[in-house]
């Protein structure tokens, strides 16, 4: 099925720990994000890509390093994890055609939990 | 500049009866508005979307909203509210033109159903 898979899942880093959070689509979309979630403050977006080689911060990008390895993935990297960084974290994709945005397609998100 | 406000963090139902979830934005621009449903432990679908198109705009699972300028609002609703309607609702704002359609998200309203 076309979407955006995230990967891993899960996963539980102790403190100081690096990581990298995987994500790709198959929608032939130009722009891709990875946002956070956090209960009571919605999703905020962290980093995003407006199209293939490029790359910009959004609103909490501290702590946090991505990649737009090619136009089908971003990866997002904690280079040394903090329990702030606690949170449900989503990857997402849009396109834009002659009915204006489409809209985020989104990855079914990766708990992170930072001990 | 653009900014949602869903002024409710939750509205509860009971089973059968309207649902109504507000929402409001603000934008220097033409918007594209979505609203977006996240059921427990899942990912965020698109429920549905305005892009300058008609007002009133019907979505999946008996969902519609409409679009009114005057009021900058887009609230949503459904005639009959049922059990698997209880989940987190996301009223997003983003330009309707340009490839770089970053989204801005509301904070969310969670939708409880009593039997």
């Known amino acids: 099925n076309a979407g955006v898979t995230q990967t891993p899942k899960f996963q539980v880093l102790k403190t100081g720990q690096s990581m990298t959070l995987q994500c790709a689509q198959d929608?032939?979309?130009?722009?891709m994000y990875w946002y956070r979630q956090d209960p009571g403050m919605g999703l905020r977006l962290i980093y995003y890509?407006?199209?293939?080689?490029?790359?910009d911060k959004g609103e909490v990008p501290n702590g946090y390093n991505v990649s737009r390895l090619n136009k089908r993935e971003f990866s997002l990297r904690l280079e040394s994890a903090a329990p702030s960084q606690t949170s449900v974290y989503f990857c997402?994709?849009?396109?834009?055609?002659?009915?204006?945005?489409?809209?985020?397609?989104f990855g079914s998100g990766t708990r992170l939990t930072v001990v | 500049a653009q900014s949602v406000t869903q002024l409710d963090s939750h509205v509860s139902v009971s089973e059968g009866t309207p649902v109504l979830l507000r929402c409001n934005y603000s934008?220097?621009?033409?918007?594209?508005l979505f609203w977006y449903v996240q059921h427990p432990n899942k990912g965020l679908q698109l429920l549905l979307k305005y892009t300058s198109a008609a007002t009133l705009v019907k979505g999946i699972n008996g969902f519609e909203a409409e679009f009114k300028k005057s009021e900058t609002s887009f609230h949503l609703t459904k005639p009959s509210a049922h059990m698997s309607d209880a989940a987190e609702y996301f009223c997003v704002v983003s330009r309707y033109t340009g490839a770089n359609s970053k989204l801005t998200f509301g904070k969310g309203i969670t939708l409880s159903v009593r039997p």
């Open positions: 890509s407006a199209s293939e080689g490029t790359t």
């Open positions: 934008s220097s621009y033409s918007p594209s």
């Open positions: 997402a994709s849009s396109g834009y055609g002659t009915g204006g945005v489409s809209g985020y397609t």
């Open positions: 929608m032939n979309h130009n722009s």
